[in-house]
């Protein structure tokens, strides 16, 4: 009997997960095959005197939905954290998929002008405003919903989520390119994955509408308003800022080694566009595997231990491997820097989400916890594509991405000292955002 209750519970929970990560699947989803036909996207609407012009624009416009992502914490959190976090989920998706149908549907530069550009920025801003609580809504869901002793663990598949939705739009990408040769690809046939993507959404929120709320929201006995939430937020700005800087190594490590990686396999090493994604599946696979174990070996040991040696692995290392990397370009070698660079990125990350969960107050915990998420990654990951291409441009030197995954490591390990210092645990932050 004992036993078949547990295999009950654990088929419950893998529901429950399968159906809470759905929007974070199609955020990535759609995220990473904006960053890997950048080149095509950049020749249909924004054409400029330059490739590197065009490209520059391109990524400046999948940053700039980034930029939104700080007001959907705040406006789309407070909204979470009064309403109830099953029902701010399902907002979150449909806003989300109404971006992702603009981007699939419009038509290029050359058949509408500017109107073209601007409704994919449009579709791009939106999408941000949708994300910047996505992660915050499922993380915080998660960590509510989970056993003691299980909270990195289960946390972790907000993560291993996103791992799925590259794997699957790396597979549709190298598939195409062996159906189709690369001036079908650049005219009309990297729209098809974005298609599918739009086919994926009504079987995302059949299974989101099932959800129930978390046992932890409906016990709170006062839920507050915008105004409150804003104000108990501007009083624990440290713990902002803190998550902020957890934030910003794993926000860095990730946009480099997925959606900046299939630009920088073609662009900068040369390789084949059908190499560059299937290395880019692998790193997904790979991150799926780190994270979970991760997570759950950081409910076993602490999660200051994992943050602390893997933010300075990634400081110590990320640039070494990406010299080496560009001085021995293959196929093989992008594969084993990139693998390198993934068990840090998931290693860190297993147990960073759980951590920045535990940060903030429960009152207000989806918007604090989206606010700190969605300001590293506007600040830091979202640009990656753009400052890693830019770096390349104004240093000359084809290794320069990995000066900008130093600085995420160098986040990492600042954020990490000063969370824990003197070994307090960050559940012990007040809502004044000072060590209790």
């Given at each position: ?26 955020e ?10 950048a ?11 330059s490739?590197f012009?065009?490209l ?23 909204y979470?954290?009064?309403i ?19 981007i ?14 601007l ?47 590259i794997?699957?739009?790396a ?19 990297w ?5 599918i993507?739009?086919l ?17 929201f ?24 803190l998550?902020?800087?957890l ?10 080694i997925?959606?900046y ?12 566009q ?16 780190w ?18 040696g ?24 992008m594969?084993?820097a ?7 990125y998931?290693s ?65 390990v600042?954020?990490t ?20």
């Amino acid at each position: 009997m004992a036993e078949a209750a547990e295999a009950e519970r654990g088929s419950s929970t893998l529901a429950m997960v399968l159906r809470v990560t759905s929007g974070n699947f199609l955020e990535m989803f759609d995220f990473f095959l904006f960053g890997f036909y950048a080149t095509d996207i950049a020749h249909a609407f924004f054409p400029a005197g330059s490739q590197f012009a065009s490209l520059m624009l391109t990524f400046a416009t999948f940053g700039a939905g980034f930029l939104m992502r700080p007001l959907g914490a705040v406006l789309l959190g407070a909204y979470i954290d009064r309403i109830g976090r099953r029902q701010g989920l399902i907002l979150t998706l449909l806003l989300m998929a109404v971006g992702t149908v603009l981007i699939a549907c419009t038509p290029g530069h050359a058949t509408i002008g500017l109107l073209a550009p601007l409704l994919v920025l449009a579709g791009r801003l939106l999408q941000g405003f949708s994300a910047g609580v996505e992660l915050g809504g499922v993380s915080v869901y998660l960590a509510e919903m989970a056993r003691p002793g299980r909270k990195g663990f289960l946390v972790a598949w907000q993560s291993g989520s996103q791992q799925v939705a590259i794997m699957l739009a790396a597979a549709l990408g190298f598939a195409l390119s062996r159906v189709l040769d690369a001036p079908a690809i650049a005219a009309w046939g990297w729209r098809v994955p974005f298609f599918i993507g739009c086919l994926i959404i009504p079987v995302l929120f059949y299974l989101r509408r099932s959800l129930e709320e978390t046992p932890a929201f409906q016990r709170q006995a006062h839920r507050p308003g915008l105004r409150e939430v804003l104000g108990t937020l501007a009083r624990g700005w440290r713990i902002v800022l803190l998550g902020m800087l957890l934030v910003a190594m794993t926000t860095v490590a990730f946009y480099t080694i997925t959606v900046y990686t299939p630009t920088f396999g073609r662009t900068v090493l040369h390789l084949s566009q059908a190499d560059s994604l299937l290395a880019t599946f692998c790193v997904g696979l790979s991150n799926l595997i780190w994270l979970p174990v991760m997570g759950a070996l950081s409910d076993r040991i602490g999660r200051r231990s994992l943050l602390l040696g893997f933010s300075a692995l990634t400081m110590l290392t990320a640039y070494p491997v990406l010299a080496w990397l560009v001085a021995h370009a293959s196929f093989a070698n992008m594969l084993l820097a990139l693998l390198w660079l993934s068990f840090l990125y998931g290693s860190y990350n297993g147990a960073m989400v759980v951590a920045l969960t535990e940060v903030v107050p429960a009152s207000v915990r989806t918007a604090g916890f989206s606010l700190a998420y969605s300001l590293a990654t506007a600040l830091f990951g979202g640009f990656t594509p753009l400052v890693s291409t830019w770096l390349i441009e104004a240093t000359g030197n084809r290794a320069a991405p990995g000066l900008w995954l130093t600085f995420g490591g160098a986040c990492g390990v600042l954020a990490t000292l000063l969370v824990y210092r003197r070994g307090e645990a960050v559940e012990r932050f007040t809502t004044a955002g000072r060590p209790a």
